[in-house]
């Protein structure tokens, strides 16, 4: 199951030793819900290697205004806590997969 991220623990994700995947997304966004279950399975998948987070749009301002999300599901890829690529919109989990191990 994928971390909740809010304006007040994101930092510190983010300063951590392990890659971060950041969903943005909303409870009233179709497309995210499609890909939640696949943000779930990564997250399972990676764990100890990867800390993959959920954050949800309408109550984390300070977060979202930071990255300029404007379209959910965006989804962000951090390393050493440094935007390296991200994802705008739904996509396959061969997608998110293919991200994450260019993280390493």
């Given at each position: 199951?994928?971390?909740?991220?809010?304006?007040?623990?994101?930092?510190?994700?983010?300063?951590?030793?392990?890659?971060?995947?950041?969903?943005?997304?909303?409870?009233?966004?179709?497309?995210?819900?499609i890909?939640?279950?696949?943000?779930?399975?990564?997250?399972?998948?990676?764990?100890?290697?990867?800390?993959?987070?959920k954050?949800?749009?309408?109550?984390?301002?300070?977060?979202?205004?930071?990255?300029?999300?404007?379209?959910?599901?965006?989804?962000?890829?951090?390393?050493?806590?440094?935007?390296?690529?991200?994802?705008?919109?739904?996509?396959?989990?061969?997608?998110?997969?293919?991200?994450?191990?260019?993280?390493?």
């Amino acid at each position: 199951m994928a971390l909740k991220v809010t304006d007040e623990n994101y930092s510190e994700l983010l300063n951590g030793d392990k890659p971060v995947v950041l969903d943005f997304w909303a409870e009233w966004c179709g497309p995210c819900r499609i890909i939640a279950s696949i943000i779930d399975e990564l997250a399972a998948e990676y764990e100890g290697c990867v800390v993959v987070g959920k954050v949800d749009v309408d109550d984390n301002n300070d977060i979202v205004s930071k990255y300029g999300i404007r379209n959910i599901p965006t989804i962000l890829f951090f390393k050493e806590g440094e935007l390296v690529d991200k994802q705008v919109g739904a996509a396959g989990k061969e997608v998110f997969v293919e991200k994450i191990n260019k993280l390493f």
